[in-house]
């Protein structure tokens, strides 16, 4: 799941969706580091972005870091 961020933000609203069934309010955070085709690991997700509060959406999203240069 690391290397798909729409899944991390779907499980993030899962977790904030139980929370709230039973009446509580969190914040979800992912810290997710990746690798693609043998290029350094790097960070994918802004740690500091409350992915409970993110909203599904096409384009680009202001808490995904861009790839690395090579």
Do not use: C
Request: aromatic share 2%; glycine share 4%; net charge neutral.
């Amino acid at each position: 799941m690391t290397t798909q961020p729409d899944l991390i933000l779907a499980t993030a609203h899962i977790i904030r969706d139980h929370h709230a069934a039973h009446g509580r309010q969190v914040t979800v955070r992912a810290e997710a580091i990746v690798s693609v085709n043998g290029r350094a690991s790097h960070r994918l997700i802004d740690p500091e972005v409350d992915l409970a509060s993110e909203h599904h959406r096409i384009g680009a999203k202001s808490w995904l870091f861009p790839p690395p240069d090579r």
